[in-house]
């Protein structure tokens, strides 16, 4: 009787990395193209966060990449699967935070996933979430810029 249970518990411990990657989440890649990028000074920063860090700036997945004029591909490795919304700045001058004008205006392109409408304030989690489904993934959106140059020069 001894012997089986030891048996067992050896199958058991065998068969346990299998049994926690069965019951773990899906993760993949998402690649996000930020578009409308006004020029090649900088980085783009993306953060892709649940609803709870929505519009905080510690959310727990983020990526970024130089900025390119017109379209940056950012790429954020390892995402679970789940709901999500993504915001994205243009570190113009790489102080790694949005710098702001009088009244909180950003002073640099800031984005949305969905291309969520931005007002007079941030937009709402509803027009931006997406989910992500934890295999490799593409979105896309466009910065907005308040000051200066609304976008990458006309060629």
């Known amino acids: 009787m001894e012997s089986c249970l030891a048996e067992i518990g050896t199958m058991l411990l065998k068969l346990l990395p299998v049994i926690l990657l069965i019951g773990a989440?899906?993760?993949?890649?998402?690649?996000?193209?930020?578009?409308?990028?006004?020029?090649?000074?900088?980085?783009?920063?993306?953060?892709?966060?649940?609803?709870?860090?929505?519009?905080?700036?510690?959310?727990?997945y983020s990526g970024e990449a130089p900025a390119t004029p017109g379209v940056t591909t950012v790429t954020v490795?390892?995402?679970?699967?789940?709901?999500?919304?993504?915001?994205?700045f243009h570190d113009e001058n790489a102080n790694e935070k949005v710098d702001r004008a009088l009244f909180g205006i950003p002073k640099e392109g800031v984005g949305f996933s969905r291309n969520a409408h931005i007002t007079f304030s941030a937009p709402k989690w509803r027009d931006a979430e997406f989910d992500f489904a934890g295999h490799d993934q593409r979105i896309g959106f466009r910065l907005r810029y308040f000051l200066g140059a609304s976008g990458p020069p006309k060629s």
Request: proline share 8%.
């Open 25 to 60: 989440a899906p993760v993949g890649d998402l690649t996000i193209d930020v578009g409308n990028v006004r020029n090649g000074k900088g980085r783009v920063h993306v953060d892709i966060c649940p609803q709870d860090r929505f519009l905080a700036d510690d959310c727990p």
């Open 77 to 88: 490795r390892g995402l679970p699967a789940g709901r999500y919304a993504a915001q994205a």
